[in-house]
């Protein structure tokens, strides 16, 4: 049964720091593109950050740049998301996501392949 399941979230302060995970079973991430998503109360599911099956080509959303760093271990079908200086407004639930090709943009629509989401909180 093909499955994503995210961990990492949890509760910290402003400035902290949390690193999301993304594992596959079921699935060979090495295969696909993967992106991470959020949703916060109220507004639409929003992508954050993608990554080719490879590695070689990332993309961020220009509220994260520079703040968030995406990566993969294929070897352990995980795919990261370290989130740095976080903000209360990074408060949501992250989703990650596979896509059918190799290749990832920040695209609802191009991922087929979705997890259960974990909740983000960022508050003093």
């Known amino acids: 049964q093909l499955q994503l399941v995210e961990s990492g979230g949890g509760l910290v302060q402003p400035g902290g720091s949390l690193r999301l995970s993304c594992a596959a079973s079921?699935?060979?991430?090495?295969?696909?593109?993967i992106g991470w998503f959020r949703q916060a109360p109220g507004k639409e599911r929003e992508g954050v950050s993608c990554i080719s099956s490879s590695g070689d080509s990332t993309n961020y959303a220009d509220s994260v740049k520079g703040r968030f760093t995406i990566s993969r271990d294929n070897g352990k079908n995980t795919v990261y998301l370290q989130m740095s200086s976080l903000k209360p407004e990074d408060t949501a639930v992250y989703y990650c996501?596979?896509?059918?090709?190799?290749?990832?943009?920040?695209?609802?629509?191009?991922?087929?392949?979705w997890g259960q989401g974990t909740q983000v909180t960022v508050s003093s």
């Open positions: 996501a596979a896509a059918a090709a190799p290749w990832a943009n920040m695209r609802k629509s191009f991922y087929g392949y």
């Open positions: 079921g699935l060979t991430l090495r295969n696909h593109g």
